[in-house]
């Protein structure tokens, strides 16, 4: 599968090949957000029998939750396809690598724009256009940022998922400062002896 325009001959009525339209994934994220929300506010109204309406932060965490959670298995998937066909990777950093240029230019068609580390399990990767947020908009500034944390945590899992199928266990956090710029910052977990 890839999101690149097949170039000539291809054959359409090959099993083995798969297209897929950039724009689905562009609309997927942008209709998942409230999806989320929509999903953790009806179930709790039907698990709950008090008919205690659901408060924010209960609301906001349910939909972290689900959006993290198929975030994860996106990129457990994502790696099993697509990084079958290349040599092992040898240390963390050789992952991180392939996450900022590989799969990042898969699901938002450019690379990491910045990549730092502490070379002690901790990398910064930063996207200075965010996909997600290249038609973002709101009145405020500070009203955007707010509204543009729960688009990073699909994103979030999807680095977690890859990741976790490469044997890395790591927390990604993610944040942004403004629109259309994304930071998301790993932290890698030392298995225990």
């Not at 897929?20 to 953790?40: F, G, H, K, Q, T």
């Not at 990491?112 to 947020?133: A, C, E, Q, W």
């Not at 790591?170 to 710029?181: D, F, I, K, R, Y």
């Amino acid at each position: 599968m890839s999101f690149e325009t097949p170039l000539p001959p291809y054959n359409a009525s090959d099993p083995l090949a798969s297209f897929l339209n950039a724009s689905c994934l562009d609309l997927l994220l942008i209709e998942i957000v409230p999806m989320a929300y929509r999903l953790a506010n009806e179930l709790s109204v039907k698990s709950d029998e008090a008919e205690r309406p659901i408060d924010e932060e209960e609301q906001r965490e349910a939909a972290f939750r689900r959006l993290e959670t198929l975030g994860y298995r996106v990129g457990q998937g994502l790696v099993e396809r697509f990084s079958r066909d290349r040599p092992r990777f040898m240390d963390t950093l050789d992952v991180i690598k392939f996450l900022c240029k590989d799969m990042w230019t898969l699901l938002f068609r450019k690379q990491i724009d910045n990549l730092k580390t502490n070379h002690r399990g901790v990398y910064v990767l930063t996207d200075n256009s965010f996909k997600p947020f290249a038609r973002m908009s709101m009145q405020s500034s500070s009203e955007a940022v707010m509204r543009a944390q729960p688009f990073l945590w699909f994103p979030c899992g999807v680095i977690r998922g890859a990741l976790a199928s490469m044997n890395i266990n790591a927390t990604v956090q993610a944040e942004t400062l403004e629109l259309p710029g994304a930071t998301f910052q790993i932290k890698t977990i030392a298995p225990k002896p």
